[in-house]
């Protein structure tokens, strides 16, 4: 993928993906999630299993992100908080993902569940990962081939698994960032809901102190490619400078959309707070804000 990135190797486009289908080293992840209205929670989960077998890319396994990658004993309230390592490399084999397998991450719903899985992939020690730049959407939109059904299975690996804090914040970590200079806590939801006006519910209104709204829908065009380099620049750089970074949304999902952004610029160094407003919303002892 070109567009002058800095490391384009993030992201592979469809011309790429078609031409190498068959290769064996691959492994194509359909990612797709939908959330639904689930008070007195924020939102509840609807797995895209349904959708991925009326269609998929070719070759193409689906991953449930909540129910398969994620903590499988979250903290109330909470939904698609990291697991453990060991339950990770537990997925990563049954899904055939080797140290030597190169994972391409996809979604047919919003963007940001292929990023997550690239993040959370990441988070785990696997760098051969990259997102599908369009989704199914774009795939689809070309004409390309498709497959129904509930995918092809492959055989089992033996991944080699670790750990990386440096990519992961909690609530404390937020919490002291509040007040050091040089770190930026970067809001990836709505505008809306950075402001306290309307959106997904909670908790409390607004946005956490003292940070700053990218939306994650702003650094995507209409056919869900990321924009330009320079538009990039615009939107996450400037505004950013040469703070350090801590991303957050209303449950980590969209926050790792700018985290890959920025990554594609060349800043590798973001973190992203699992628990986002899910988690400090809830609790009536953290700071948040209103307004823009």
Known sequence: MGNGYVHPEFVVDTDWLAAH??????????????????????????????????????????VDIDAELSDPQPPSRLHFMLSSPAHFAEAMARLGIGDDTFVVCYSSANHWWATRLWWMLGVFGHDRTAVLNGGFGKWKVEARPIEKGAGRPRARAAPTVGYRPERVADK????????????????????????????TDYG??????????????????????????????????????SARIIAYCGGGISATSPTLALALLGRQGV??????????AADPTLPMAVGP
Do not use: M
């Open 21 to 62: 289908l068959d290769d064996p080293d691959l492994v194509i992840l359909d990612a797709t999630t939908h959330t639904t209205p689930a008070p007195p929670k924020p939102y509840g989960i609807l797995s895209g299993r349904a959708d991925f077998k009326q269609a998929h890319i070719p070759g193409a396994q689906f």
């Open 172 to 199: 404390h970590d937020v919490l002291a960032a509040i007040a050091a200079a040089d770190v930026c806590i970067l809001n990836a939801l709505p505008a809306e809901n950075h402001r306290g006006e309307g959106g």
């Open 271 to 280: 973190r992203v707070y699992d628990g986002s407003l899910s988690e400090w």
């Open 204 to 241: 409390r209104p607004g946005h956490i102190a003292r940070s700053i709204n990218v939306p994650a829908t702003d650094i995507i065009n209409a056919d869900n490619t990321f924009k330009s380099t320079d538009e990039l620049r615009r939107l996450l750089v400037e505004p950013l400078g």
